[in-house]
């Protein structure tokens, strides 16, 4: 699975579970932030990758790339999310836990932790002058 990737399914796997608009990502594994947005209204995704400025979404069970023209699979099994990304013909599972989202990459064998930015608790550190 492609980093990138990674980071789409872990902002569709946090805004689905928790019903949150995700304002951006922080990657551990490479040690920055990710200008990754995602939100859900009923079963329908819709995602920005900043830094790719490429679009991610579409009605559940499928989310598509279209900046790499692909498809990922999405599918909800309590509160774990699992698919298959048909552009690396990979499988992974995805949770949600404390402000932090976690993909398992089947291809890599390891885990992927990212910490959410939620719009909602991001707007409640700004005030107005």
């Not at 689905?16 to 947005?37: E, F, N």
């Not at 209204?41 to 979404?57: C, E, H, I, M, Y």
């Not at 900046?67 to 552009?87: I, L, M, P, W």
């Not at 992974?92 to 885990?111: C, L, N």
């Amino acid at each position: 699975m492609k980093p990138h990737t990674r980071g789409m399914v872990a902002a569709a796997a946090f805004a689905y579970l928790t019903d949150k608009k995700v304002a951006g990502l922080y990657d551990h594994s490479a040690g920055r932030d990710l200008q990754i947005a995602a939100e859900f209204r009923g079963d329908q995704l819709q995602g920005f990758d900043g830094d790719r400025a490429a679009k991610f979404g579409g009605t559940l069970p499928e989310i598509h790339d279209a900046g790499d023209k692909t498809f990922v699979s999405f599918e909800v099994e309590g509160a774990t999310v699992k698919g298959y990304d048909r552009g690396t013909s990979t499988f992974y599972s995805a949770q949600v836990a404390d402000g932090v989202a976690q993909v398992y990459d089947y291809a890599a064998q390891a885990w992927f932790a990212y910490d959410v930015q939620d719009a909602n608790s991001a707007s409640s550190y700004y005030r107005a002058p």
